[in-house]
């Protein structure tokens, strides 16, 4: 299965351009979607689960226009959005029954081995029949991921799944996710947190304004960040001089005054000492240094 | 193709939703604790046990969904618009909306689970029901209507409410607005469309008739069923159509086709079955304008006098087809050229023979015009034969007629009953005369003239032949001949009547009077709640008769009385012409099935009523007796009087009963007819039929106009032949013709003599028997035997306006002794200052005759009505006001001739305790005055002189020395604030009518000062006052006079006290009537101001202690200028009347 995008335009009927000319392929496996709130991270998932139409341009599916195919591309879609909330009134195991029957599943003890299993596999096997409105933000988003999961979906799609898990629970919902990707299927995770992404995804695609900016491996990303990442040993006086001119990734104090993660350039000057860049570093460079164009130099 | 495992999915959710959200667990156990409440209250044998429901038990079903119906409208909205609201916000829904479903599973799944749930709860109540229904007493269980009213009243609702709720929404996408229009729409629907358009546009079914019959089941399927189609299929229609303007991207391409291909599907239904619907109502609309525009051009046609009839009539399906032999007479005293007859427009003539020839006919609506090319000279003879078949058409029976349910309802509770005149179904027929089954020689309405009436007395013979398993009724004997049922008859008759139905029967024979009854199967439930009166039930009816023969002066003029039970559906309309109704034909009584809408129709529940009261206190008394009573008192209700009386404007109307036996003692032997006053038969027929057992219902509230004062302040302006002209409502010609045909009657017997004028009259009607009696003979006839010319006054009667007005002074008692035996002798005078000559009639109320029920022929006293009494009173049947046959309660009938006073004095064997004078036609209102005697002298001198003496000149009502200004007069001015809001008088709804006279509610009085009427306040014709509710002293009224000579007055205010009227003194109408006990003593202190040379002086008037009549306010000076005396609302009593003010100069100057 593949996805092809192919020059999206979504233009809102206020004049907004949510998505600009976007093309991408998108191959089985994990597909990170990168980029900062309001990149467009979000309209761009609606098209691909087909709750909008672009403007222009298509999104198809083994070749298939999902707007032609709607039912085709909904028969096999988990979908999970940003903004997730369900019924107050349903309790957990109905919810999910209920997407679950929606997804297909229709023999009902089935479908109930299903939820349950499910259930357990995010946590909330004790939470089972408890109501939606007595659920934490983070259980909540557990059955939102699940019921993503019900019905064996060949594309998932998950719009920032992880905000507001804790460690544990982003962990073992990558660990999820991990998983089903050595299934054949195509999982979409749009997200701005970059170690999400980092961990999980062999194929990834940075959104800014609405434009792609970036697509390959996230190595191929990190590739373009070499060479400018260093850490900086600074004096108080020095770390009050660059506070505010150079991207900081971390700053740790130190005996002698700060120790200093930067994107630049160039750091001739100072204390410096390249480093081996992350995903992080390479995000950092790529928004902030190349797309803004803000030269670091001192 | 379409999903089902989705819809269910999707519906079993949304109801799971939906069952969880508090607004439908609250409307639920509400809906279900109210219902279950009145379910008991109403049905069960801990409750009332409502009968009118009970004996037709598809009501019970039907008035809980009715019910439910209503809130469930309701509140859908709220909920089905709460639920698209949850879809605007996309977020909650999206997981759901990336599922593969289509729009239209996904909204059908929706739609499904709300009506799922609330169907869940129609059939839990109407489980709740249905344990009710098989605990009550006397009645069955119609099964097939739980499940029918739920198709029909529930489920149409339901879906067009949701539908309706969705389409809003979708379109509006505002929660506010949407629930606005469509609470809005709900509104409308109960307030202002339910009656229109024949109730098309009334979705909810609130007042749409939807009853059922156990007889003939719904009354017209096919209306219903188009009209709940048309909601059903309009409902799905903006369910389907959401689909299509759904936010949401559908699914498929072929979904979306199957959508608008149902979409155009359910537009069609909705059309055509609103179509069909409309059409129905508009075609009975266009039915009755078209008779009455033929009418209009037939209307003074000669017609003939069809002597004898005999109609051959096979029955099949929904159709008749006949053959009548009509032999006729021209009795119309010119020569006729063509003949004119009425058939029911439905029926086609297929040919006609005039004197066994054919003729040539054509058909004009529902005139048939023979042309039978030769003149027919009066009294000639000739018979001409109708071959015809066809249907019957309802509508023109009672062209005049407005069959709206909000001004004509027809109710059982809250539930409306379609009014039906006819049935003619292959399982069930009834024809009666009134919708013209066979030709009849007049026409049913004359538009010019709408009392007018043409009765033939005809000899009938009838032969029918209908399917084996039915039976066919008529009036006279059957007999079988082959496949036919002959009826023939001994006696003439007015009309008619045919019934063909599954009917079951029971014989009586009573002085040879058969009475039989016919009744569907497992409807003499009667039998068994009366089954010890077996034995003595000859008696009992032996009784009645004898009590309405001698009661009319008439014997009953017909071999059998026939009680058949027909469909609840059937019921006649009021007709101007006569006050009988299709309920009553000779010698037949058409009784509603189960006698559900009758008075004491439930022997079972009246019986066990009686018996809880007897032994409450603790009297003995056997069922037996209990069982005499409980017929007893059924009888009389329904037969012999009737108390129904609807509310309207403010005062009590009496509604006449559907059922009295009246008819059979006039209208159906008797007719007098006149060209010149074709009123004549209907005014005859008001006063002779009348029995008023039960007294004057609208006098028993006080304070309004009597329907004689009501017809009397028409006639002032208006003679009856211009009333007629303008076609008066039912009840403005039933409340004139009763008053002129009282007056009449009593001119008469002032004429003649009382006892003379009936023992005369009675033989005369007997002698008369089914003849039609020109008014001149009468005239003629009562010429030769008393003297007396009675056309002039017909004409004046008919044509004048001019009325008397009385006033009756110096009232005595005196206890007198005559022979050695003590008697009363009660004298006043008896003024009539207008140039109007008149009548006025006089009863006493004396100690001897006791008991309240005397009372009957009091009218304006207002004497206690106690129901229950009505069958026990000796003089129950009599005529109030000197109406009836046997008026005997009238001890004087006085006629006064223009400016004419007299002193008239009556003996009396027993203490006389009131007399009541009703003035008949007159000036005066109230026309009843009732003035009670406290004090009687004790005269043993005076001479026992019962003649009239004629006065030289007429008293005067005021005295020269006192200024009078009454209420009514130009002095009285009322002032007061706007009460009412802008709002309010934009709606219209100001309830509020202080000019016309309303009965008195002290307990909850006006905000205003209204205007009230009664015997015991001032005036010289006109004896009213106004009151209002005592209150802070922010209203006014007052009296202003105008003083000539300067002096110093004594100033007097007019107060009516309970139980102290005094008939002395003035006399001015001084007298009191009983029942004003319930008014005057809810006032206490009255605050007069009045204005004098000095200023103005306040002055306290306490009424609990006043004297009755003029108090005295204080003496003060007064110059030649306005005096005036105002009186406030202030008052810590809870209403304050005002009535008249009177300055009585002195003769000295202190």
């Given at each position: 299965?593949?996805?092809?995008?192919?020059?999206?335009?979504?233009?809102?009927?206020?004049?907004?351009?949510?998505?600009?000319?976007?093309?991408?392929?998108?191959?089985?496996?994990?597909?990170?979607?990168?980029?900062?709130?309001?990149?467009?991270?979000?309209?761009?998932?609606?098209?691909?689960?087909?709750?909008?139409?672009?403007?222009?341009?298509?999104?198809?599916?083994?070749?298939?226009?999902?707007?032609?195919?709607?039912?085709?591309?909904?028969?096999?879609?988990?979908?999970?959005?940003?903004?997730?909330?369900?019924?107050?009134?349903?309790?957990?195991?109905?919810?999910?029954?209920?997407?679950?029957?929606?997804?297909?599943?229709?023999?009902?003890?089935?479908?109930?081995?299903?939820?349950?299993?499910?259930?357990?596999?995010?946590?909330?096997?004790?939470?089972?029949?408890?109501?939606?409105?007595?659920?934490?933000?983070?259980?909540?988003?557990?059955?939102?991921?699940?019921?993503?999961?019900?019905?064996?979906?060949?594309?998932?799609?998950?719009?920032?799944?992880?905000?507001?898990?804790?460690?544990?629970?982003?962990?073992?919902?990558?660990?999820?996710?991990?998983?089903?990707?050595?299934?054949?299927?195509?999982?979409?995770?749009?997200?701005?947190?970059?170690?999400?992404?980092?961990?999980?995804?062999?194929?990834?695609?940075?959104?800014?304004?609405?434009?792609?900016?970036?697509?390959?491996?996230?190595?191929?990303?990190?590739?373009?960040?070499?060479?400018?990442?260093?850490?900086?040993?600074?004096?108080?006086?020095?770390?009050?001089?660059?506070?505010?001119?150079?991207?900081?990734?971390?700053?740790?104090?130190?005996?002698?005054?700060?120790?200093?993660?930067?994107?630049?350039?160039?750091?001739?000057?100072?204390?410096?000492?390249?480093?081996?860049?992350?995903?992080?570093?390479?995000?950092?460079?790529?928004?902030?240094?190349?797309?803004?164009?803000?030269?670091?130099?001192? | 193709?379409?999903?089902?495992?989705?819809?269910?999915?999707?519906?079993?959710?949304?109801?799971?939703?939906?069952?969880?959200?508090?607004?439908?667990?609250?409307?639920?156990?509400?809906?279900?604790?109210?219902?279950?409440?009145?379910?008991?209250?109403?049905?069960?044998?801990?409750?009332?046990?409502?009968?009118?429901?009970?004996?037709?038990?598809?009501?019970?079903?039907?008035?809980?969904?009715?019910?439910?119906?209503?809130?469930?409208?309701?509140?859908?909205?709220?909920?089905?618009?709460?639920?698209?609201?949850?879809?605007?916000?996309?977020?909650?829904?999206?997981?759901?909306?990336?599922?593969?479903?289509?729009?239209?599973?996904?909204?059908?799944?929706?739609?499904?689970?709300?009506?799922?749930?609330?169907?869940?709860?129609?059939?839990?109540?109407?489980?709740?029901?249905?344990?009710?229904?098989?605990?009550?007493?006397?009645?069955?269980?119609?099964?097939?209507?739980?499940?029918?009213?739920?198709?029909?009243?529930?489920?149409?609702?339901?879906?067009?409410?949701?539908?309706?709720?969705?389409?809003?929404?979708?379109?509006?996408?505002?929660?506010?607005?949407?629930?606005?229009?469509?609470?809005?729409?709900?509104?409308?629907?109960?307030?202002?469309?339910?009656?229109?358009g024949g109730s098309i546009?009334?979705?909810?079914?609130?007042?749409?008739p939807v009853l059922k019959s156990q007889i003939t089941g719904y009354d017209n399927i096919m209306l219903i069923a188009s009209h709940?189609?048309?909601?059903?299929?309009?409902?799905?229609?903006?369910?389907?159509?959401?689909?299509?303007?759904?936010?949401?991207?559908?699914?498929?391409?072929?979904?979306?086709?199957?959508?608008?291909?149902?979409?155009?599907?359910?537009?069609?239904?909705?059309?055509y079955t609103g179509y069909y619907f409309y059409n129905d109502f508009n075609s009975n609309t266009k039915m009755r304008s078209s008779t009455l525009e033929t009418n209009r051009i037939y209307e003074d046609k000669p017609f003939l006098t069809v002597t004898d009839a005999t109609i051959e009539l096979t029955h099949s399906d929904k159709e008749i087809s006949a053959r009548a032999d009509l032999t006729c007479v021209n009795n119309s005293g010119e020569e006729i050229g063509d003949y004119y007859f009425s058939l029911n427009p439905s029926l086609t003539v297929s040919n006609i023979m005039v004197n066994g020839n054919d003729a040539g006919f054509s058909v004009d609506n529902h005139i048939v015009i023979i042309t039978s090319g030769n003149l027919t000279a009066p009294g000639e003879k000739i018979s001409i034969t109708f071959n015809y078949s066809g249907g019957i058409n309802e509508a023109y029976s009672y062209p005049w007629y407005n069959d709206n349910i909000?001004?004509n309802?027809y109710?059982?509770?809250?539930?409306?009953i379609k009014k039906r005149q006819s049935f003619l179904r292959s399982d069930y027929a009834l024809l009666t005369s009134e919708v013209h089954w066979y030709p009849v020689a007049g026409l049913n309405y004359y538009p010019t003239n709408p009392a007018r009436i043409k009765i033939d007395f005809t000899n009938y013979t009838l032969k029918v032949k209908t399917d084996r398993s039915l039976m066919a009724l008529s009036q006279g004997n059957a007999s079988q001949e082959g496949d036919f049922t002959l009826f023939r008859n001994t006696t003439p008759l007015t009309g008619l009547t045919l019934i063909i139905g599954n009917y079951m029967s029971d014989t009586?024979i009573?002085?040879s009077v058969e009475y039989r009854a016919y009744y569907y199967k497992?409807h003499?439930?009667?039998?068994?709640?009366?089954?010890?009166?077996?034995?003595?039930?000859?008696?009992?009816?032996?009784?009645?008769?004898?009590?309405?023969?001698?009661?009319?002066?008439?014997e009953y003029p017909f071999k059998n009385l026939d009680l058949v039970e027909v469909p609840i559906h059937f019921h006649s309309i009021e007709r101007k012409n006569t006050q009988t109704r299709a309920e009553v034909q000779p010698s037949l009584i058409l009784l509603p099935e189960r006698?559900?809408t009758?008075?004491?129709?439930?022997?079972?529940?009246?019986?066990?009523?009686?018996?809880?009261?007897?032994?409450?206190?603790?009297?003995?008394?056997?069922?037996?007796?209990?069982?005499?009573?409980?017929?007893?008192?059924?009888?009389?209700?329904?037969f012999?009087?009737?108390?129904?009386?609807?509310?309207?404007?403010?005062?009590?109307?009496?509604?006449p009963?559907r059922y009295l036996l009246g008819p059979s003692f006039y209208f159906f032997k008797n007719n007098f007819y006149s060209h010149s006053y074709p009123v004549i038969n209907a005014?005859f027929e008001?006063?002779?039929q009348?029995?008023?057992?039960?007294?004057?219902?609208?006098?028993?509230?006080?304070?309004?106009?009597?329907?004689?004062?009501?017809?009397?302040?028409?006639?002032?302006?208006?003679?009856?032949?211009?009333?007629l002209?303008?076609d008066?409502?039912n009840?403005?010609l039933?409340?004139?013709?009763?008053?002129?045909?009282?007056?009449?009657?009593?001119?008469?017997?002032?004429?003649?003599?009382?006892?003379?004028?009936?023992?005369?009259?009675?033989?005369?009607l007997e002698m008369n028997k089914f003849k039609n009696i020109d008014i001149?003979d009468?005239?003629?006839?009562?010429?030769?035997?008393?003297?007396?010319?009675?056309?002039?006054?017909?004409?004046?009667?008919?044509?004048?306006?001019?009325?008397?007005?009385?006033?009756?002074?110096?009232?005595?008692?005196?206890?007198?002794?005559?022979?050695?035996?003590?008697?009363?002798?009660?004298?006043?005078?008896?003024?009539?200052?207008?140039?109007?000559?008149?009548?006025?009639?006089?009863?006493?109320?004396?100690?001897?005759?006791?008991?309240?029920?005397?009372?009957?022929?009091?009218?304006?006293?207002?004497?206690?009505?106690?129901?229950?009494?009505?069958?026990?009173?000796?003089?129950?049947?009599?005529?109030?006001?000197?109406?009836?046959?046997?008026?005997?309660?009238?001890?004087?009938?006085?006629?006064?001739?223009?400016?004419?006073?007299?002193?008239?004095?009556?003996?009396?064997?027993?203490?006389?305790?009131?007399?009541?004078?009703?003035?008949?036609?007159?000036?005066?209102?109230?026309?009843?005055?009732?003035?009670?005697?406290?004090?009687?002298?004790?005269?043993?001198?005076?001479?026992?002189?019962?003649?009239?003496?004629?006065?030289?000149?007429?008293?005067?009502?005021?005295?020269?020395?006192?200024?009078?200004?009454?209420?009514?007069?130009?002095?009285?001015?009322?002032?007061?604030?706007?009460?009412?809001?802008?709002?309010?008088?934009?709606?219209?709804?100001?309830?509020?009518?202080?000019?016309?006279?309303?009965?008195?509610?002290?307990?909850?009085?006006?905000?205003?000062?209204?205007?009230?009427?009664?015997?015991?306040?001032?005036?010289?014709?006109?004896?009213?006052?106004?009151?209002?509710?005592?209150?802070?002293?922010?209203?006014?009224?007052?009296?202003?006079?105008?003083?000539?000579?300067?002096?110093?007055?004594?100033?007097?205010?007019?107060?009516?006290?309970?139980?102290?009227?005094?008939?002395?003194?003035?006399?001015?109408?001084?007298?009191?009537?009983?029942?004003?006990?319930?008014?005057?003593?809810?006032?206490?202190?009255?605050?007069?101001?009045?204005?004098?040379?000095?200023?103005?002086?306040?002055?306290?008037?306490?009424?609990?202690?006043?004297?009755?009549?003029?108090?005295?306010?204080?003496?003060?000076?007064?110059?030649?200028?306005?005096?005036?005396?105002?009186?406030?609302?202030?008052?810590?009593?809870?209403?304050?009347?005002?009535?008249?003010?009177?300055?009585?100069?002195?003769?000295?100057?202190?």
């Amino acid at each position: 299965m593949k996805i092809e995008i192919r020059d999206l335009n979504l233009i809102y009927k206020n004049g907004n351009h949510a998505v600009k000319d976007i093309n991408l392929d998108i191959e089985p496996g994990m597909f990170g979607l990168l980029g900062p709130n309001g990149a467009g991270k979000s309209s761009l998932m609606k098209i691909l689960v087909a709750l909008m139409k672009p403007s222009s341009g298509k999104v198809l599916i083994d070749g298939e226009d999902i707007q032609k195919v709607r039912k085709k591309l909904r028969s096999c879609l988990g979908y999970l959005p940003q903004d997730f909330r369900f019924f107050s009134r349903l309790k957990t195991w109905e919810f999910l029954d209920y997407a679950g029957s929606l997804a297909g599943l229709k023999n009902r003890r089935e479908r109930l081995a299903i939820v349950d299993d499910l259930l357990d596999k995010v946590g909330l096997l004790e939470a089972r029949d408890r109501k939606a409105n007595k659920l934490s933000g983070g259980m909540k988003r557990r059955l939102g991921i699940a019921q993503s999961l019900i019905g064996d979906p060949r594309i998932l799609v998950v719009d920032e799944p992880t905000t507001g898990l804790d460690p544990d629970e982003r962990i073992r919902f990558r660990n999820i996710l991990s998983d089903l990707s050595q299934n054949d299927i195509i999982i979409v995770l749009s997200t701005h947190i970059v170690s999400d992404i980092s961990s999980t995804c062999h194929d990834m695609a940075l959104l800014n304004q609405g434009e792609l900016v970036f697509s390959g491996s996230p190595d191929k990303l990190v590739k373009e960040a070499e060479g400018h990442v260093y850490n900086l040993s600074l004096t108080q006086f020095e770390y009050e001089g660059i506070k505010d001119t150079l991207h900081i990734i971390t700053s740790i104090p130190s005996e002698t005054g700060w120790d200093v993660q930067v994107v630049a350039n160039d750091v001739s000057g100072y204390n410096s000492k390249p480093i081996e860049p992350n995903l992080e570093h390479a995000y950092v460079y790529y928004m902030e240094h190349k797309l803004n164009g803000s030269g670091i130099a001192i | 193709m379409i999903s089902l495992h989705n819809i269910r999915t999707v519906a079993r959710y949304e109801a799971k939703t939906l069952r969880r959200s508090w607004l439908f667990r609250l409307f639920s156990i509400g809906a279900l604790f109210i219902l279950t409440m009145m379910n008991i209250g109403l049905f069960s044998p801990i409750g009332d046990e409502q009968w009118a429901f009970l004996s037709i038990p598809s009501s019970l079903p039907q008035m809980n969904l009715y019910l439910l119906n209503i809130a469930q409208a309701l509140i859908i909205v709220f909920l089905a618009s709460d639920f698209l609201k949850k879809d605007k916000k996309l977020d909650t829904n999206e997981v759901l909306y990336t599922r593969p479903m289509s729009n239209l599973e996904y909204i059908i799944g929706k739609s499904w689970g709300i009506l799922k749930l609330f169907l869940g709860l129609n059939l839990i109540i109407l489980l709740i029901t249905l344990i009710i229904n098989i605990i009550a007493k006397n009645t069955f269980i119609d099964i097939g209507a739980y499940f029918t009213h739920l198709l029909i009243i529930t489920i149409p609702t339901l879906i067009f409410s949701l539908g309706f709720a969705y389409i809003m929404m979708s379109v509006i996408r505002n929660q506010a607005i949407t629930f606005l229009l469509l609470l809005g729409y709900a509104a409308l629907d109960m307030f202002y469309l339910y009656h229109r358009g024949g109730s098309i546009f009334d979705y909810m079914l609130f007042g749409m008739p939807v009853l059922k019959s156990q007889i003939t089941g719904y009354d017209n399927i096919m209306l219903i069923a188009s009209h709940r189609l048309l909601y059903t299929s309009l409902g799905l229609f903006f369910i389907f159509l959401t689909t299509l303007i759904f936010k949401r991207l559908p699914q498929s391409r072929p979904h979306r086709i199957v959508t608008v291909v149902l979409l155009f599907l359910l537009l069609g239904t909705s059309a055509y079955t609103g179509y069909y619907f409309y059409n129905d109502f508009n075609s009975n609309t266009k039915m009755r304008s078209s008779t009455l525009e033929t009418n209009r051009i037939y209307e003074d046609k000669p017609f003939l006098t069809v002597t004898d009839a005999t109609i051959e009539l096979t029955h099949s399906d929904k159709e008749i087809s006949a053959r009548a032999d009509l032999t006729c007479v021209n009795n119309s005293g010119e020569e006729i050229g063509d003949y004119y007859f009425s058939l029911n427009p439905s029926l086609t003539v297929s040919n006609i023979m005039v004197n066994g020839n054919d003729a040539g006919f054509s058909v004009d609506n529902h005139i048939v015009i023979i042309t039978s090319g030769n003149l027919t000279a009066p009294g000639e003879k000739i018979s001409i034969t109708f071959n015809y078949s066809g249907g019957i058409n309802e509508a023109y029976s009672y062209p005049w007629y407005n069959d709206n349910i909000k001004d004509n309802p027809y109710r059982i509770g809250p539930m409306q009953i379609k009014k039906r005149q006819s049935f003619l179904r292959s399982d069930y027929a009834l024809l009666t005369s009134e919708v013209h089954w066979y030709p009849v020689a007049g026409l049913n309405y004359y538009p010019t003239n709408p009392a007018r009436i043409k009765i033939d007395f005809t000899n009938y013979t009838l032969k029918v032949k209908t399917d084996r398993s039915l039976m066919a009724l008529s009036q006279g004997n059957a007999s079988q001949e082959g496949d036919f049922t002959l009826f023939r008859n001994t006696t003439p008759l007015t009309g008619l009547t045919l019934i063909i139905g599954n009917y079951m029967s029971d014989t009586l024979i009573v002085d040879s009077v058969e009475y039989r009854a016919y009744y569907y199967k497992g409807h003499d439930f009667f039998k068994s709640d009366l089954n010890e009166i077996g034995d003595t039930l000859s008696h009992l009816v032996s009784n009645v008769m004898t009590e309405l023969v001698t009661n009319f002066s008439s014997e009953y003029p017909f071999k059998n009385l026939d009680l058949v039970e027909v469909p609840i559906h059937f019921h006649s309309i009021e007709r101007k012409n006569t006050q009988t109704r299709a309920e009553v034909q000779p010698s037949l009584i058409l009784l509603p099935e189960r006698l559900a809408t009758l008075n004491r129709g439930d022997f079972y529940r009246t019986i066990k009523r009686s018996k809880k009261r007897m032994e409450r206190n603790n009297e003995v008394i056997t069922d037996r007796e209990l069982q005499v009573r409980a017929f007893s008192s059924f009888v009389r209700n329904n037969f012999i009087s009737s108390n129904d009386f609807s509310f309207r404007d403010g005062n009590r109307t009496k509604v006449p009963g559907r059922y009295l036996l009246g008819p059979s003692f006039y209208f159906f032997k008797n007719n007098f007819y006149s060209h010149s006053y074709p009123v004549i038969n209907a005014a005859f027929e008001s006063h002779l039929q009348k029995v008023a057992s039960t007294g004057n219902m609208g006098r028993f509230f006080l304070g309004g106009l009597s329907e004689n004062d009501k017809a009397n302040t028409i006639l002032r302006e208006t003679s009856l032949k211009d009333l007629l002209a303008t076609d008066p409502s039912n009840d403005t010609l039933r409340i004139v013709l009763t008053v002129k045909g009282d007056y009449i009657f009593n001119l008469l017997r002032a004429e003649a003599g009382i006892d003379e004028f009936n023992e005369w009259f009675v033989d005369y009607l007997e002698m008369n028997k089914f003849k039609n009696i020109d008014i001149n003979d009468l005239s003629n006839d009562l010429e030769e035997k008393f003297g007396f010319n009675m056309l002039p006054v017909l004409d004046n009667w008919f044509r004048g306006t001019g009325q008397p007005g009385f006033y009756f002074t110096e009232i005595e008692a005196r206890e007198i002794i005559v022979d050695n035996h003590t008697r009363y002798l009660v004298s006043f005078i008896a003024s009539n200052p207008e140039p109007t000559q008149g009548l006025f009639n006089i009863t006493f109320r004396t100690g001897g005759r006791g008991g309240g029920m005397g009372g009957g022929g009091m009218g304006g006293g207002g004497v206690t009505i106690s129901v229950s009494g009505a069958g026990r009173g000796s003089v129950s049947i009599t005529g109030a006001g000197g109406r009836g046959m046997q008026p005997n309660q009238i001890d004087r009938i006085v006629k006064m001739d223009s400016n004419q006073a007299r002193k008239i004095s009556v003996i009396l064997d027993a203490q006389p305790r009131m007399m009541s004078i009703n003035t008949l036609t007159s000036l005066n209102n109230p026309g009843e005055i009732a003035i009670p005697f406290i004090d009687i002298i004790k005269d043993n001198r005076a001479a026992a002189n019962e003649n009239d003496l004629i006065l030289t000149s007429i008293p005067r009502f005021t005295e020269d020395n006192e200024i009078i200004v009454d209420n009514e007069d130009p002095g009285f001015r009322v002032y007061e604030q706007q009460s009412s809001g802008r709002l309010k008088e934009w709606l219209g709804i100001t309830g509020n009518d202080r000019d016309n006279y309303r009965e008195m509610f002290s307990r909850w009085a006006p905000e205003y000062w209204q205007k009230t009427i009664q015997s015991s306040y001032y005036g010289k014709y006109v004896k009213s006052a106004v009151y209002t509710r005592a209150g802070t002293g922010d209203r006014h009224i007052s009296w202003s006079a105008k003083i000539d000579d300067p002096g110093y007055y004594d100033i007097y205010t007019y107060i009516t006290v309970r139980g102290r009227g005094r008939s002395g003194g003035q006399g001015q109408g001084g007298g009191q009537s009983m029942n004003s006990s319930r008014e005057s003593n809810t006032m206490q202190d009255l605050h007069y101001l009045v204005s004098h040379d000095d200023g103005n002086e306040e002055v306290t008037v306490d009424a609990e202690n006043a004297e009755h009549g003029w108090n005295h306010l204080g003496s003060y000076y007064l110059s030649p200028d306005s005096a005036a005396v105002t009186l406030s609302n202030l008052s810590d009593g809870r209403t304050v009347r005002g009535d008249a003010i009177k300055w009585v100069k002195q003769n000295s100057i202190k």
